[in-house]
């Protein structure tokens, strides 16, 4: 089959595979590869995913707090300002239910883009790197904007941040954040903030690997800006910036960047 863009579809289907064969080939025992096999192939990525988020969540998570707080942690924060276990433990829990949820968002952009409803092309080669490079800043400024709105609409709707983006700020000091906040969300909630990666793929050509490669380094994102380390980093949106946003509740909604807060 052939996409909107005179691109294969076909070779969407055969990444996915390989995905799905590198990742569950690698994690899972040999009968539990077994019965993986068996499954249909949207359940196989869901499960790639579902794994990769996980060990990506607790692998950058676990390693960011060994040298925030064990290894430089005397010389990082003051006295009484690193988070207590339980308070870690609780972010953990949260974060962990959700993951199950937000792995179903790159399944369904998966489906949609093998089906041919984006403007998401295979390779490189299709546009050129002068074009991907284009795309690539066209695409993260929509991305920008998506999340910046969807993020500051949870706040100006009440209804909506106390049905969902209440459980992400009751870390509201920073005692009390840590990167283990940086997934602990409603897990409607971080689909949302999420969905414009999924969106972007509607009007604007972009490599769909790089588009999955985005979505997940979202997490490793997160871990960063919740360790409440002030590095100052502007134009770029490090902890100091969206320490605020936790302690203020109407401050900094942007994603990687500041310019949408000025800007709005």
Known sequence: AVGPT??????FVAEAEWKNELILGNLL???AKQFADGLPRWARSWLRC???AVLLYLGVGGLWMYFCYCAWGDSLYPKGTIPKARDILEQTRV???AIPLYSALPVAVEWVVEHGYTLAYPTIGCYGLPMYLFFFAAYMTSVEFG???MHRLLHDIRPAYKALHATHHIYNQNNTLSPMAGLAFHAWDGILQAVPYAWSLFFIPMHYTTHEL?????AIWTTNIHDCLDGR???IMGAGYHTIHHTTYKHNYGHYFVYMDKLF
Do not use: H, I, N, Q
């Open 29 to 31: 025992p040999a009968e």
């Open 214 to 218: 985005l979505l997940f380094a979202t």
């Open 6 to 11: 005179g691109v294969d579809l076909g070779l």
């Open 50 to 52: 579902y794994l990769s």
């Open 147 to 149: 999340v910046y709105w």
């Open 233 to 235: 980093c502007e134009p």
């Open 95 to 97: 974060s962990l239910l």
